[in-house]
């Protein structure tokens, strides 16, 4: 009965501490691939690169598919302004530039932090970011955000 | 025991997955509605914009300008757009763009209406009707949310022909640290204008109507350049004109009197013009800028050599984006009296001519103070103030509001 307490406050200590994480901004975040990718970091400018619409593949040629996290998540601003350089607005702005053009696509809206990595984590052509926090053996981290 | 909280830490993702599957069916429903050739497409993208503005004049005595002649308020600057675009079958992907605008009782256009072939990972050929990439803006020119003014600055962004019908081809590469693209396109079109704003439209047409335009750029800076030149018709033999009566009846007078040159100078029939561009954009986050420069030289036509240009500079603070554009321009006139022998007798035609000419020229400076904002993400609210000092016509005020979004 005593473990059950125990266990049952520590989860909720837990998820105290992811959701605290997760609004803060000091937050780290990991962008991620699947394990199985044949290379082991990127530079900032290959992520941002990739995200932007200006390059469609990973070192070596592989195809990348960038993924996001879903419009508002924290996590999404703080890589949207550290890694892309726009905030919310501008990042729309910039894409409606290639949309309406037939001249790109934004990556698509994929969730939040188990989402994305359970995406990731199944698709070897993907990639994605994600809170620190939430990374495991499942995916591979190839740049973090500090 | 640890499952309760892993249950609650998975549930609303699945709720979350299964609401974006809803909003998905139902954009598929919507566009397999309005488009049913595409019924065998498994992935339709749907997206849109609007644009509701309104604006008034300083002085309804003097010059309309951006489309507003009163000195009410008038809440009719309005445009929705929706983009429909599916894989067609393996790398083939059909795209259409739907607009209505106020300004033409919103009759449903298709501006945009190609099949684009994925040649290789970094370049497309497109077929169909697209956009005609004479300006920086072009590609987003009724897609406000996309830059910082309401519209464009009008000196520059006048070319009444904004699609083409066509092929394009279009790539994208990187050179060393640059990121540059490259388009070609070559087609026609057919179009109705208003050469000289007397609410009577000219048929018009291009023929052989070709383009080439690059870019070359990095992080925070792009410049761009494009060249034009299309075989151009526009029928101007209705135009009214002192004592001949219509341009036409003028232009059949100098046959008459044997000056068929300069007769063929008055019209534009099937004349060989050209357009020239040069820009530059800059987009730090805290500071933007953009300065465009334009050409186009109507060769034998009567139309002016246009040389206009913009230099815009702004400055962000959070949501806000505060503006200013000088625009300017400087066209010069045609020459249809050239080759006519200067004599008593001829005066007065060489003078009919050159004022002809000259009404084809505008002159004119604009200052541009505008705000941008942001209000959420896919929604700005933009005011705009125009100062217009017009050579020929008179200074006008004009004042603009418009909420744009993309959805």
């Known amino acids: 009965m005593k473990t059950f307490i125990m266990k049952r406050y520590i989860c909720a200590l837990a998820a105290t501490l992811t959701l605290g994480m997760a609004s803060a901004t000091w937050a780290e975040v990991a962008v991620i691939v699947h394990p199985s990718t044949g290379f082991d970091s990127l530079s900032e400018d290959d ?7 200006k390059s469609k593949s990973f070192p070596g040629g592989a195809q990348a598919v960038p993924v996001n996290q879903n419009e508002g998540s924290a996590t999404r601003e703080k890589f949207n302004e550290a890694v892309c350089k726009k905030n919310a607005s501008q990042y729309k702005a910039y894409w409606s530039q290639l949309v309406f053009t037939g001249k790109g696509t934004p990556p698509k809206d994929a969730g939040d932090d188990a989402a994305v990595k359970a995406l990731i984590a199944a698709n070897p052509t993907m990639i994605g970011y994600v809170d620190s926090s939430a990374v495991d053996a499942t995916v591979k981290v190839v740049y973090k955000i500090p | 025991m640890h499952r309760p909280c892993v249950t609650l830490g998975v549930t609303p993702q699945m709720k979350k997955i299964s609401s974006i599957r809803n909003t998905h069916n139902l954009a598929l429903a919507i566009a397999l509605g309005m488009a049913t050739p595409l019924v065998h497409a498994d992935d339709i993208d749907f997206s849109g914009f609007l644009s509701v503005g309104g604006g008034m004049v300083d002085d309804e005595n003097s010059l309309p300008y951006g489309g507003y002649d009163e000195e009410d308020f008038t809440l009719d600057d309005n445009l929705l757009g929706i983009q429909l675009s599916g894989n067609v079958a393996e790398k083939l992907t059909a795209t259409v763009q739907l607009t209505a605008r106020s300004e033409n009782d919103y009759e449903v256009d298709a501006e945009w209406a190609y099949l684009s072939w994925q040649a290789t990972e970094s370049s497309k050929v497109r077929a169909g009707r697209l956009r005609t990439p004479f300006y920086m803006y072009s590609d987003f020119l009724d897609v406000g949310y996309a830059y910082a003014w309401i519209t464009p600055p009008r000196e520059v962004y006048y070319l009444p022909f904004n699609n083409v019908n066509g092929v394009d081809f279009y790539t994208t590469a990187t050179l060393g640290i640059f990121d540059t693209s490259f388009q070609a396109y070559f087609g026609g079109f057919d179009d109705e204008l208003d050469l000289n704003g007397d609410d009577i439209m000219e048929s018009a047409s291009t023929r052989n109507q070709m383009g080439i335009a690059g870019t070359i750029g990095k992080d925070w800076w792009t410049l761009r350049a494009a060249y034009h030149q299309a075989d151009l018709s526009v029928d101007v033999t209705g135009i009214a004109v002192p004592v001949f009566g219509t341009l036409g009846g003028f232009a059949d007078a100098l046959t008459n009197l044997g000056f068929a040159d300069n007769a063929n100078k008055l019209l534009v029939d099937d004349d060989s013009v050209t357009f020239a561009e040069v820009g530059l954009n800059i987009d730090t986050g805290r500071f933007v800028a953009a300065a465009e420069y334009v050409e186009f030289d109507p060769e034998d036509a009567l139309l002016s050599k246009n040389k206009r240009g913009y230099v815009m500079g702004g400055v962000r603070f959070g949501d806000w984006l505060i503006h200013l554009t000088g625009s300017q321009s400087r066209d010069e006139a045609s020459h249809p009296e050239a080759g006519i022998p200067v004599s008593p007798q001829t005066a007065p035609l060489i ?40 050579e020929n016509q008179g200074d006008q005020q004009v004042y603009s509001v418009a909420l744009q979004t993309v959805f």
């Open chain 1, 47 to 53: 992520v941002s690169r990739l995200f932007l619409g």
């Open chain 2, 351 to 390: 003078g009919a001519l050159q004022a002809v000419a000259a009404s084809q020229v505008v002159e004119r400076d604009v200052v541009t103070l505008g705000t941008r904002w942001d209000v959420t993400t896919g929604t700005a609210i933009k005011f705009q103030i125009d100062d217009v000092d017009d």
